[in-house]
């Protein structure tokens, strides 16, 4: 699946207001100075990673779950950006409240933590899923690293029996014990690629100024 990557809709008309802190950047922006790219990457950015849970999707038959893979962009608890009474209540909205910010979004349907290397099942490639591992490498990517970084992933390692051999279904002790241990490596892996990039970012932004 493909990540969101959006700013909030009146971010213009919030930073032309003297008294915001992007008044200076909205002036460079208004005099030319800067294009609407270069002033958009001024305004704080907040990533999400994550996975079904995060997206508002639940898993049910094939056509189902590829149906609701394909739309629920732009709707879940972390963006919505619809326009309807009953829209979602969701954390870009409550921080659009605040200041006016850009949303990107990198959650995948089925995620899992995993390392580098592992090939996902036919389902999930079908889907487009993209694990933790992929998801914070396209986030390094991305030519602006976000000021906030929201993780919500996991809970598809713990459904550990369709990885567990039948042999072992009666003492799943030592599985299950292997299983944790590749969930902490895993996860503090890709947690020290995020740590790293996080150091050299303010260094970045130092140089780009």
Not at 30 to 57: F, Q, W, Y
Not at 88 to 100: A, F, H, K, N, Y
Request: glycine share 4%; charged share 25%; with cysteine.
């Amino acid at each position: 699946m493909k990540s969101a990557r959006v700013a909030s809709s009146n971010f213009a008309e919030r930073i032309a207001d003297p008294a915001s802190q992007f008044h200076p950047d909205y002036l460079a922006y208004r005099n030319r100075e800067i294009t609407k790219r270069e002033l958009i990457a001024r305004l704080p950015h907040v990533a999400l990673l994550g996975d079904s849970v995060c997206m508002d999707i639940h898993i049910s038959s094939p056509w189902s779950t590829f149906w609701r893979a394909r739309t629920c962009r732009g709707s879940n608890w972390f963006l919505d950006t619809g326009s309807s009474p009953s829209r979602i209540r969701s954390v870009s909205t409550r921080l659009e409240e605040i200041t006016p910010f850009v949303a990107m979004e990198y959650a995948g349907i089925g995620a899992l933590v995993d390392h580098e290397g592992v090939r996902s099942n036919f389902f999930r490639r079908i889907l487009g899923t993209r694990n933790f591992c992929g998801q914070i490498t396209q986030l390094l990517r991305a030519p602006h690293f976000p000021n906030l970084i929201l993780i919500s992933i996991g809970h598809n390692n713990v459904d550990w029996a369709w990885r567990c051999p039948p042999d072992e279904f009666n003492e799943p002790e030592v599985h299950l014990n292997d299983q944790c241990q590749q969930f902490r490596q895993n996860y503090a892996r890709e947690l020290r690629r995020l740590k790293l990039r996080a150091r050299a970012a303010p260094l970045a932004r130092t140089r780009a100024n």
